[in-house]
Structure formats: structure tokens, C-alpha cells
């Protein structure tokens, strides 16, 4: 950290950075994953319980996000992709991003117990913790293995909103959670593939800086089998319908085929992995595609 | 302390006051909203 930048960080944090310390983009997923749990459950929801149920898990992926950048301000100032974020440029004092991260998490969890339910309520206070103490803290550091587990707490929305809606914990809700759970492990080593350089300098153990390129593309391809089994089962048992079920079997078609270019790619120097850049940009897509079909089946089909 | 940092203070200060400000009336209709949606259903 700069001189300047120490200097800065005197100043009170401005409102842009506490909004950054959110990671407003990865909140964006969670959100339209949360809403989409929300809006496939077969009960009706009022709007205002249903627009706080929702706000309620972005303020909470919010708070977890704020709590991450709090712990891992060294790491990210190693970065290239974090350098800029709040606390590494020194734009904020790291007692702030924790007043805030602790602040924003506990009026989540208790907002959400007034608008919808204890279960709902106990699962978003899960989800923080399991990002915050099991991932950030526990994980990431650790073990090559951090995102394969600290990939649950980014599956947790979509069951946060059937259980805001229903109250209770069924099968599809479990399947939705088990769609994201796998999905993180390739959409995450596809990323780390192009960016090896910039986690193993800063230290964090992931997979293609601890097992190499050739083991990480092998890992992504044999991730996504269970992914697509996850993903074609709410069809499968006819928890969904046809809509979702062409959906499902086209985008996984794709998935598979970009993730085997990867495993066929022999490339070491990020400029070359257009396959992994590829699979990466996707995977986005697919996530938002897969969960966008399973409302539109559940509005259209009923 | 120079006077143009401490005109950077108190701007964010007042950006941060009139931030809370807001989101605490937001807070206040989201309460009011909740509560009649709850006494709704119970209805």
C-alpha cells in the first residue's frame, strides 16, 4: 500500500466502495438464482414478501462479500484481477469493510426472518458463514480442493427462495442447489487456467498452480458429467417440464462440447486458451439460461 | 490538515448522511409493506 494510499484510506469510506466491497457482479448471479428458487416454487407469493426475500439474499451476498474482501485484502493486493478493489488501493480501512460485512449480514438474516420464515432465515445465516469461515477463512489458503466445497455457499440461493416460498425443503430445490454446487468447480478452474500467474503469485493453492494444466482441464471435464446429470434431472423425474427439459439437454450439449475443447487443448500460455475463455464466458450464460428455462417452464406448464 | 482534504471529509460525509437517509425511509416503507403483506395472509 502507497503512502497516498494510506493517507486515503484516513478518509471515510466513500459510498461507490462500500457498494464494490459487495462484488455487485457476482451478486447479480445470486440474485437472479435466488429469485428464480423463488419464483418456481408451486405457492403463491405476495410481491412485497417476495421482493423482500429476495433483497434480503443479495444483502447477505453482499455482506459475505464484503467479509471476504475484509479477510483477503493481503491476497488481493497481489492480484492484477483485486488490485483495484477498495481495500488493497487502500480506499478504505479494513475496520470498515468488517463494521460493514458484520452489519449488513446480521440485518439480513434478521430481515429475512421477519418476511419469510426461520428456515429461510437459518439457511442465508449458513450460506454467510460457510462463504466467510469455511471458504475464505478455512479453505482457500489451504487446499486445492477450496472452491469444489466453498462452491456450496454460492449454491445456496435458489434454496433460500423455495424455502422463503414454501417454508419447507423439497427435491427440485436440492437439484437446483446441486446444479450450482457443481457448476462453480469448472466455471472456477477454466478462470484459474488463464490466470494461473496471478493466484500463484499471491499464494492461493488453486488447482492448476498446485496438479498443473493437463490435471485441472481433466478435473473440469470430469466435473461436468455430474453437472449435466444434476442439471437434466428435474426433467428426468418429471419435476419440470418439456421446456426445461430441451433447455437443459441443448445448453449441457454445449457445455460438454466446450469442455472437452478444453481437456483437447495442450496449451500452457494464457494467450492461447481461447477453450478455456470460452468455457468460462459460457458457463455464465448457461447458469442464468438453465435457471431463466426452469421459470419460464414453471410459468408456462405450471 | 489541509482545507481540501477537509472539504473531501465532510463531502463524503454528506453523501454518506444523505445515503443512510435515504435507505433508512426505504427500511421504513419495506417494514410497512411487510407488515400489511403478513396481516393479508393472515386474514
Known sequence: MTPAATAASDLPASSRDLFALTKPRVMSLVVFTGLCGLLVAPVPVHPVLGFAAVLCIALGAGAAGALNQWYEADLDAKMKRTASRPLPAGRMTRQTALHFGVGLSVFSVILMDLAAN?????????????????????????????????????????????????????????????????????????????????????????????????????????YTLPMIAAAIAPWAMGLTGWIYGIASVALNAVFLFLALAVL??????????????????FSILYLFAIFAALVIDAKVLG | MTHDEEEVIRKRQRERSRLLAILLGAFALLMFGITIAKMTINQ
Not at chain 1, 178 to 193: D, G, K, N
Not at chain 1, 264 to 281: C, D, G, H, S, V
Open chain 1, 118 to 222: 426461520h428456515l429461510a432465515a437459518a439457511i442465508l445465516a449458513v450460506s454467510i458463514l460457510f462463504y466467510v469461515l469455511i471458504y475464505t477463512v478455512w479453505l482457500k489458503r489451504r487446499t486445492a480442493q477450496n472452491i469444489v466445497i466453498g462452491g456450496a455457499a454460492g449454491a445456496f440461493p435458489p434454496l433460500i427462495g423455495w424455502v422463503a416460498a414454501t417454508g419447507n425443503i423439497s427435491t427440485l430445490p436440492v437439484l437446483l442447489f446441486a446444479i450450482i454446487f457443481l457448476w462453480t468447480p469448472p466455471h472456477f478452474w477454466a478462470l484459474s487456467l488463464f490466470v494461473k500467474t496471478d493466484y500463484a503469485n499471491a499464494g492461493v493453492p488453486m488447482l492448476p498452480v498446485v496438479a498443473g494444466v493437463t490435471n485441472t482441464r481433466r478435473q473440469i471435464a470430469l
Open chain 1, 264 to 281: 483437447a487443448n495442450k496449451a500452457t500460455e494464457p494467450k492461447e486458451m481461447k477453450p478455456e475463455k470460452r468455457l468460462f464466458a
